[in-house]
């Protein structure tokens, strides 16, 4: 017997079936290859089995490779005998039955067998690029064979998640099972039809599908000019696509060979570390320490909104979008019939691009109510108050929800700075209060920061992050300060930046520096797309607050010009009528200059590294302020939120990934020269010069004052 606690072989008669059971994913961590391998031969030493069946445990077919093990040392395996090279010469037919995901190393294992069929419900993909490396077990040689190269090359460049059906079309899998029915009975009795058929289908020998590359040699290099501009800076979309540019010019087994000649120049490369602790980062946000599965999670069945305006309505949407009736709110009829307005607008928007089905928009409207009462959202089992930043309406909205809603509910703001325990403040149930900020456009951006007062309760703080991951939100969690975790690290790296123009840095300039860095617009562009007004109401607020606070004087004149961004037409660049083109503006130089002199501000030119490095290391020097104060439970909490609240390049990690790649200490000696240049807003964390003292890196510290 080869059964091993990791994959088993079961006899069902003349059909053997082997099974992967390495929960929670089947993922081929050490042991699982070996243990298919064993299983395979067991099967084709017994005369008794006639052909097999490849099928996983619990929740999924195999989700790929460890991805834990990459970047570490691995015993070299010698060519031809990894799984999918012996499911491939197998001499009997084997099945590969798919349910939950066949992902990287699952699919390959899958295309080595002789046949596949999957659930309705199943997804297959190689989404290896989405980590910094390729297809490494035959899936750049095989899926050409199998679909042709142009839409291999599709898949493996995009790295997506291809349904069934699709699958199914695209010559992927064979045949579908619906899910009602049981998957290995039916994986089974397929098995025994094809038991006789010979000679066996087999991927790696076939050769009709490449000729299309034959038509058309120029797909590879359409598809390197296609993703040139997503893909700067970045070199996996690229050995992809020569992986699969290879089995079109290459025989099967020198294909292999040189798809693990490109695999091994990725897997340790700063992208590939960077986008591995993205994926870890992202799954380790959800655990909020303190909370665990003991906590209670309450049940989030129907939600309410407060406020129908930019961020009301995206908050509604989001409900909407994954099935929650939501009930939103408004003082007047017209307010309440203009954000009703925007959100089918949004909708219909949409559709007219493809990305949504007409009945899909009908059914999401339906489940958006407008009310005009308090007493309506009463039932909600949570409501978030999304009205403007301030913090009197704010209370006044919490205790008119406090006087209605039913005990039990989430009570949240989506606030994005105000004082979260003043909010509780005016209810009688502060436990239920939270913040969960949702970043705009609140439908489409995937970060909800979810704030914890000091008297929201644990089972307040999972509930809300449940929530979050119900309607497809990354959730991260974190504790309440002016700002919370995601704007006040980002509000020195907004400071800097028009801070630098005193010095005679232009907005184009800056902004070419944090695209070229890989950022998808430059600051002062998304400046102008949001709307400089609201940045200006902010620093008001700061400036009222604290004596010291540093003023942007540049920024405050552009907006008394009345250029507020796209929407006046100008801002830190100009518009054409109709067109979201930023133009460097004449206007804008002369009053950097002008400024410049009238501020006495000695100019001088700045080099790339100068800008980015400003710019980064003052939010560096306030995340580490931030982890001392344990607002942010662990660094990469705050990746996690410069990559999907503020567009950070998700192939260099996130701030601090970056900054770790530079060194605390390099980063530390830098913000010291920085603090006698500049004076106090530079003065460096304690954190980071312990950390500096120490060499311990930002991802290993810990959060609070022993870091
Ligand atoms: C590859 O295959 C290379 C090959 O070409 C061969 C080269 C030689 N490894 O996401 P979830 C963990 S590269 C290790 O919350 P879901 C995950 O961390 C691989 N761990 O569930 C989490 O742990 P925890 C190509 C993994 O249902 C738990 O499983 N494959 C792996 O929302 C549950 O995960 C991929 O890139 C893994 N491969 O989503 C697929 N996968 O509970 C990566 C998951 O401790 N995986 N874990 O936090 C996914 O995309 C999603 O996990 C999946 C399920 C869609 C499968």
Redesign the pocket.
């Known amino acids: 017997m080869t059964d091993t606690p990791l994959v088993r072989l079961e006899r069902h008669s003349d059909v053997g079936v082997i099974i992967v059971n390495n929960p ?2 089947n ?1 081929l961590s050490p042991g699982v290859p070996e243990g298919i391998i064993a299983c395979l031969n067991e099967g084709l030493a017994d005369p008794a089995i006639k052909s097999m069946v490849l099928i996983g445990d619990g929740r ?1 077919f195999i ?6 093990n990459f970047g570490k040392p691995r015993p070299p395996v010698p060519p031809g005998s990894r799984s999918h090279d012996l499911l491939d010469l197998s001499t009997k037919p084997i099945v590969a039955a798919i349910h939950g ?1 066949a ?3 699952g699919l ?1 294992n899958a295309m080595a067998c002789n046949y596949r069929i999957a659930k309705r419900s199943a997804k297959v993909g190689l ?2 690029v ?2 910094g ?1 390729l ?3 035959g ?1 750049t040689q095989r899926l050409p064979r199998l679909i042709g190269p142009k839409a291999a090359l599709d898949l493996i460049v995009s790295g997506r998640h291809v349904p069934a059906a699709e699958a199914l079309t695209l010559g992927i899998i064979d045949a579908i099972v619906e899910d009602d029915q049981d998957l290995k009975q039916a994986a089974i009795a397929y098995a025994r039809k094809v038991a006789d058929t010979r000679p066996l289908p087999q991927v790696s020998s076939r050769t009709d599908k490449l000729e299309a590359a034959k038509s058309d040699p120029g797909m590879f290099d359409a598809k390197r000019r296609e993703i040139a501009r997503r893909a700067r800076n970045q070199k996996a979309p690229y050995n992809c696509i020569l992986a699969v540019e290879a089995s079109t010019q290459l025989p099967f087994a020198e294909g292999l060979q040189r798809e693990r000649d490109l ?1 091994n120049e990725l897997e340790n490369t700063t992208e590939a570390r960077a986008l591995r602790y993205a994926f ?1 980062g992202e ?1 380790e946000a959800n655990k909020v320490p303190g909370l665990d599965a003991s906590v209670p999670v309450r049940e989030i069945a129907s939600a309410a909104v407060v406020g129908a305006g930019t961020m009301g309505g995206g908050i509604a949407m989001s409900f909407a979008d994954f099935g929650i009736p939501v009930r939103i709110l408004e003082a007047t009829q017209e307010a309440l019939d203009r954000g009703m307005q925007r959100i089918r607008d949004n909708y219909a928007t949409s559709v007219k691009r493809g990305s949504l089905a007409q009945d899909e928009m009908e059914r999401r409207l339906a489940r958006i109510t407008p009310v005009m009462s308090y007493d309506q959202l009463a039932d909600a089992d949570a409501v978030v108050e999304a009205i403007f930043e301030q913090m009197e309406p704010k209370k006044a909205v919490f205790a008119k929800l406090d006087a209605v809603m039913k005990p039990g509910a989430l009570m949240l703001s989506n606030t994005s700075a105000l004082n979260i325990d003043e909010i509780a403040s005016a209810t009688n149930r502060p436990q239920d209060v939270a913040g969960a900020h949702f970043f705009s456009p609140a439908n489409v951006m995937k970060l909800l920061e979810v704030v914890k007062g000091a008297k929201t309760s644990p089972d307040t703080m999972a509930s809300t992050m449940a929530m979050g991951r119900k309607i497809g939100k990354i959730s991260v969690g974190c504790g309440n300060c002016d700002g919370f975790l995601a704007n006040r690290s980002r509000a020195p790296f907004n400071s800097e930046m028009v801070i630098m123009l005193e010095e005679g840095a232009l907005p184009e300039q800056i902004d070419k520096v944090m695209v070229d860095f890989g950022y998808p617009m430059g600051p002062f562009a998304v400046g102008d797309l949001a709307g400089l007004d609201i940045g200006a109401e902010g620093r008001k607020r700061r400036a009222a607050a604290d004596p010291n606070y540093r003023k942007l004087p540049i920024a405050d004149r552009l907006v008394e010009m009345g250029r507020f961004g796209q929407k006046t037409g100008a801002g830190w660049y100009r518009y054409e009528k109709g067109d979201r083109t930023p133009h460097p503006d004449p206007v804008v130089a002369q009053l950097i200059a002008d400024m410049g002199r009238e501020l006495g501000v000695a100019q001088h030119s700045f080099t790339e590294e100068e800008i980015l490095r400003r710019l980064l290391f003052s939010s560096v020097n306030e995340a580490c302020k931030i982890l001392e104060e344990g607002i942010a439970y662990r660094s990469s909490d705050i990746d996690i939120m410069w990559l999907h609240g503020f567009g950070f390049p998700r192939y260099r990690g996130g701030l601090m990934f970056w900054a770790d790649q530079i060194g605390p200490k390099a980063v530390y000696d830098q913000i010291s020269v920085w603090h006698q240049r500049y004076g106090n807003r530079w003065a460096p964390s304690p954190y980071l010069r312990r950390l500096a003292e120490s060499g311990t890196s930002f991802r290993d510290a810990k959060p609070g004052r022993a870091g």
Do not use: N
């Open positions: 929670p994913v993922a999924s989700a790929g490779a460890d991805i834990r995901y992902l990287g190393g390959e989404p290896e989405l980590i490396i297809p490494g077990g899936g695999f870890f799954r």
